[in-house]
């Protein structure tokens, strides 16, 4: 073996951002691959959910309003039942939170199979939510991720008072704190309510996490195939605030 060979052998192999960008396009093609064939054969069963990610956020947004104005449409779910017997094209995903009072397919006036929806105390972006979005993107080809918080949110309350007081709390609820935590320590060198700023603050890490999800949402954004944005849900009107900067 040559000199020059084995200086090249002793070297660490550090990938270049082409190579990275490859590998993600690789990877997105892979997961459509299986359901090509399939969406090629036949109409997706909702065909009026294929839109640009603009027009899905427009879409959404004009139920949310339907919502609060109490005129939201009838829906006939007998019928959707068995058009989506077959598969499903969301023209939206949302992470949300858990809370009771917040209801997705509610706040924006949807029918059965139009959300592709996440929900987790805190609306957190977890290993486990992140591969369900990119199963959305990539398989349902979800043009639209909101990641959706509300005012008084109960999971970012508990941690800033965990936070405060240094003080554990019981069973599995720590793994809300911790993932929450970051969120509340960046709002808390903000001016205003201490609530409303890390609830804000916390849909704004989350969507960024989602936007650079590499290598399948990444991708997606980059090739404006995908829109992430993220949005407060007001507990007193339905309202849905999209957040400018998120």
Do not use: W
Request: aromatic share 4%; hydrophobic share 45%.
């Amino acid at each position: 073996m040559c000199e020059r060979c084995t200086q090249d052998l002793s070297r660490p192999l550090v990938p270049s951002r082409r190579s990275v960008v490859l590998l993600a396009a690789s990877a997105l093609g892979l997961l459509v691959a299986d359901s090509a064939g399939a969406k090629e054969a036949k109409a997706p069963p909702k065909p009026e959910n294929v839109l640009s990610p603009d027009a899905s956020l427009k879409r959404l947004m004009e139920g949310n309003a339907r919502y609060v104005a109490g005129v939201s449409r009838r829906h006939d779910f007998k019928h959707e039942r068995g058009a989506l017997v077959g598969g499903q094209n969301p023209y939206a995903a949302v992470l949300s939170c858990a809370d009771s009072r917040v209801a997705p397919e509610y706040a924006f006036d949807t029918g059965r199979g139009d959300l592709f929806v996440c929900r987790v105390a805190g609306n957190f972006a977890a290993d486990e939510t992140v591969a369900s979005m990119e199963y959305a993107v990539a398989v349902l080809s979800t043009p639209l991720i909101l990641v959706l918080g509300h005012d008084s949110c109960g999971a970012v309350a508990s941690t800033i008072a965990s936070l405060k007081d240094d003080k554990t709390l019981p069973g599995h609820i720590p793994s809300l704190v911790s993932a929450i935590a970051p969120a509340v320590k960046t709002a808390a060198q903000q001016s205003g309510d201490a609530l409303d700023n890390a609830i804000r603050q916390n849909v704004i890490d989350n969507v960024t996490k989602l936007k650079s999800a590499i290598p399948i949402l990444s991708t997606a954004v980059d090739q404006n195939k995908l829109k992430v944005v993220g949005g407060i849900y007001r507990l007193h009107t339905g309202h849905v605030d999209l957040l400018a900067h998120a």
